[in-house]
């Protein structure tokens, strides 16, 4: 049976399905609709096929995407044509666009990628393809033909910034032109076959509003935050992965006078800062010849040369963090960066550790005051099973005692469960302390009500 014959079939079988559809069982309702959703994908390879090979790719690429997608549009519906496609008009609609996008852009991603809700895309080999939806990942029905031909979208993807993945090289980290981060690994490293995840680069910016609509915080916490970056004390944004890290820091920097030199370093930028006079700085991975990196170390000390009233560092992850703090306690005051870490006393731990990655033996004491005096506020993100981002606690580090740097916890979440929905509860308050950065806000000129700071008031 040829593929028109088998595709007319499939056909009858979906139009059974439709008829008799409470007679039959629904593993037969699955199998048919199955059967002509696979022969629609070996008509749309067919026609992809014959497209290669009468149009000259070169130059369609050449031309602008609104061109392009007009000219291979024509050629598709001519070669269905000439093929007598037996397919409905509705179908043969989005064969046409997807053809269109296996050429012109990344294939059956494209639709993910236009969906303005999804913020993650995972591709976990040809097959199995989620999202990540408002904190939650769900499956799609999005699949590639095979592993080649999710490589083939991989090596477009990597080959438009520069970059090679082969068994050589199997691993990219890398950024789309809209700014998105890719992440590729393939075999022999990814075992089931490539793996792609794409962190999507949102052009909405939350505003301190967003934040306190979403629950990450309250106004209350959101007073004090401003008034913290205001009045110019170094903070450490701290949380796991998707704990929402970056947008607060997004909104961070929102608070920072607009007649201030802001100097950012990202591996991947993905800040948004509205500020009129930022420099934007961003990492470079060594080329095919394992040459000209440019690390995050370098470019916080070149920042030190370019005149900054302050210094955001996206990500500490190596040694930069020695260079971070080294620059917060000599005049760089008011800088922001964010780490991974699940607690605020994790978050110096590592830091600890990323410190010895500089290469400096200096002892623990030595290591620790310098934190303590380098940083004055750590504040904790976590993205909870609801998938809402909260500041589940604000701490300040007081200082040195003995060995150890103490903190105090200013404000917390304080969890009292999951509602029937799945939605965690809880609410925001605070812990009685009044933290002693107070008297710092009060000589800049910025005062807080000491009401702010009473656990028995509504936070």
Same mark, same amino acid.
């Given at each position: ?49 014959? %497209?290669?090979?009468? =149009?000259?790719?070169? /130059? +369609? !690429?050449?031309? *602008? ?8 549009? @024509? ?11 037996? %397919?409905?008009?509705? =179908?043969?609609?989005? /064969? +046409? !666009?997807?053809? *269109? ?8 991603? @494209? ?349």
């Amino acid at each position: 049976m040829n593929l028109k014959e088998r595709m007319r079939n499939a056909g009858s079988q979906e139009s059974l399905v439709q008829a008799n559809t409470p007679s039959l069982a629904a593993d037969d309702q699955a199998h048919a609709k199955e059967t002509a959703s696979a022969l629609e994908r070996e008509w749309k390879h067919h026609i992809h096929q014959k %497209l290669l090979k009468v =149009i000259d790719l070169s /130059l +369609v !690429t050449g031309l *602008e995407e609104k061109q392009a997608r007009t000219q291979i549009r @024509e050629v598709v519906n001519r070669l269905m044509i000439e093929e007598s496609v037996p %397919l409905p008009a509705a =179908i043969r609609q989005r /064969l +046409v !666009t997807q053809i *269109e996008d296996e050429v012109l852009g990344l294939g059956p991603l @494209e639709p993910l990628l236009a969906d303005p809700s999804v913020s993650d895309i995972l591709v976990n080999g040809h097959h199995s393809v989620y999202v990540e939806r408002q904190g939650k990942i769900e499956g799609t029905e999005v699949q590639f033909r095979d592993d080649a031909h999710l490589r083939n979208i991989i090596d477009r993807i990597v080959s438009n910034v520069g970059r090679r993945i082969d068994e050589s090289s199997p691993m990219v980290d890398a950024r789309l032109k809209d700014g998105s981060r890719v992440n590729v690994i393939i075999p022999p490293l990814a075992i089931d076959g490539p793996m792609l995840s794409i962190r999507r680069f949102s052009v909405y910016r939350p505003s301190t509003e967003d934040l306190i609509e979403y629950g990450t915080l309250t106004a209350m916490i959101a007073e004090v935050i401003s008034a913290i970056v205001k009045a110019r004390l170094n903070v450490l944004v701290s949380g796991g992965t998707g704990s929402g890290k970056t947008t607060l820091l997004n909104v961070l920097s929102g608070f920072i006078p607009h007649n201030e030199r802001i100097v950012t370093i990202e591996d991947s930028a993905e800040l948004q800062l509205q500020q009129p006079h930022v420099v934007r700085l961003e990492t470079r991975p060594p080329n095919i010849e394992n040459k000209g990196e440019v690390t995050q170390r370098d470019l916080v000390r070149n920042s030190l040369r370019m005149r900054p009233d302050r210094i955001i560092v996206g990500e500490v992850r190596g040694a930069e963090a020695l260079d971070m703090l080294q620059a917060m306690n000599t005049g760089h005051d008011g800088s922001l960066t964010t780490i991974h870490a699940n607690t605020p006393r994790d978050a110096l731990s590592r830091l600890e550790t990323m410190i010895t990655m500089a290469g400096f033996n200096l002892p623990i004491r030595a290591m620790r005051a310098q934190m303590a005096a380098a940083i004055h506020i750590v504040i904790q993100l976590e993205r909870m099973e609801d998938g809402k981002r909260r500041v589940v606690s604000l701490q300040e580090i007081q200082g040195m005692e003995g060995d150890v740097i103490t903190m105090s916890e200013i404000f917390k979440f304080h969890r009292q469960g999951i509602d029937s929905d799945g939605n965690v509860q809880g609410r925001f308050q605070s812990t009685g302390l009044v933290p002693k950065f107070h008297e710092r806000l009060r000589q800049r000129g910025i005062e807080l009500d000491f009401d702010l700071f009473d656990p028995d008031r509504q936070v």
